[in-house]
């Protein structure tokens, strides 16, 4: 039988591959610490272990009692913004996490690694983003996942382990945590309606992205490891379509039916347009780019789905170490 490990399987983007994994027939051992993720989102069938990749004596029990065919590294804290403020939380579990997963897949023979990298590797570079651009990360959660992404490519060259990097971008859909008010604009847009509130926006609202529907992202990054010409490359995953943050406000008010003001905070350092090319995924997928989600349609399907969900409270993050040129609103909350 085909075992795969799925990291940050109780996660977002993690519990789509995990439900489309058990489809495929493989045996899935979730490895999660719920820090951001919820056992509501996995499927039945999954194995659940609680736990995190950036404890190195877990991760190698767990190699020792499974024999894995593919792991899908999907387990991260990603929230570019406020990486700057958490550099050394960052490291640890974005990066030495990641080495971890790296050096027992090498002593396990794993057949393929799935990584979950971001478009964050690109920084502010020239648009549409393509894969054979220079990465120019600007924050250290870009940095971690660059990092990774020429250790993988080192230990292929050294040990031979094959892997698969997706530089996805802007995912949004069911099981995204809405409560996390440092990341994911539409679910934090989404949690607002439903308190009420006004919708925050940093800046002038006129940064670009191209916001992606789960299911134009997860059953690619799934049925990966079938596809050798897939091997050992490097893969954007999203939507070719951008949109303002502004207009995206409009679209998510509209999905809602809800309408609330928006409120213009200082702008954050960020980078302000980021889109990709996806030409060699849809040559290699072979998908229609026609196919895709529109803006509209996703924001509709998740929007039904946080109704029934309901508002969730965002936690504070309490592993901050600079507080420095932290967000005002962030600062607030600090503890």
């Keep these: 039988m085909i075992t795969s490990l799925v990291t940050g399987g109780a996660g977002f983007i993690g519990s789509h591959v995990v439900k489309h994994l058990l489809t495929m027939g493989h045996k899935v051992i979730v490895l999660d610490d719920l820090s951001g993720g919820f056992m509501a989102n996995l499927p039945p069938k999954a194995v659940f272990i609680k736990g995190s990749a950036a404890d190195n004596?877990?991760?190698?029990?767990?190699?020792?009692?499974?024999?894995?065919?593919?792991?899908?590294?999907?387990?991260?804290?990603?929230?570019?913004?406020?990486?700057?403020?958490?550099?050394?939380?960052?490291?640890?579990?974005?990066?030495?996490?990641?080495?971890?997963?790296?050096?027992?897949?090498?002593?396990?023979?794993?057949?393929?690694f799935v990584f979950a990298s971001s478009i964050?590797?690109?920084?502010?570079?020239?648009?549409?983003?393509?894969?054979?651009a220079t990465p120019k990360p600007e924050d250290p959660y870009g940095i971690a996942k660059y990092a990774v992404e020429l250790d993988l490519k080192a230990a292929h060259e050294m040990f031979g382990l094959n892997y698969i990097i997706f530089r996805p971008h802007n995912v949004y859909g069911e099981h995204q945590n809405i409560g996390d008010k440092y990341r994911n604009v539409i679910g934090i847009f989404m949690n607002q309606l439903l308190q009420s509130k006004p919708l925050t926006i940093y800046g002038d609202g006129q940064q670009s992205r191209a916001f992606t529907y789960i299911d134009d992202v997860a059953p690619h990054i799934a049925r990966s490891v079938m596809l050798e010409q897939a091997y050992n490359e490097v893969f954007n995953i999203g939507s070719d379509t951008q949109h303002t943050v502004t207009e995206l406000a409009v679209l998510v008010m509209e999905a809602m039916q809800k309408y609330s003001n928006v409120n213009y905070l200082l702008a954050r350092k960020e980078v302000?347009?980021?889109?990709?090319?996806?030409?060699?995924?849809?040559?290699?997928?072979?998908?229609?780019?026609?196919?895709?989600?529109?803006?509209?349609?996703?924001?509709?399907r998740m929007a039904n789905w946080v109704y029934q969900e309901g508002a969730r409270t965002s936690p504070v993050f309490k592993h901050i170490e600079i507080t420095k040129n932290l967000p005002a609103n962030w600062q607030l909350h600090h503890e």
Excluded: D, W
């Design 57 to 112: 004596a877990m991760i190698e029990r767990l190699f020792s009692h499974y024999k894995f065919t593919y792991v899908y590294h999907l387990a991260a804290y990603a929230a570019e913004g406020l990486s700057h403020f958490i550099r050394r939380f960052n490291y640890a579990n974005n990066l030495m996490a990641s080495v971890n997963l790296i050096n027992a897949s090498v002593k396990a023979n794993v057949r393929c």
């Design 120 to 132: 964050a590797v690109y920084g502010t570079n020239v648009l549409p983003m393509v894969e054979t």
């Design 272 to 300: 302000v347009h980021a889109y990709a090319n996806h030409n060699k995924l849809y040559q290699v997928f072979n998908i229609q780019a026609k196919n895709i989600v529109p803006l509209k349609t996703g924001l509709n």
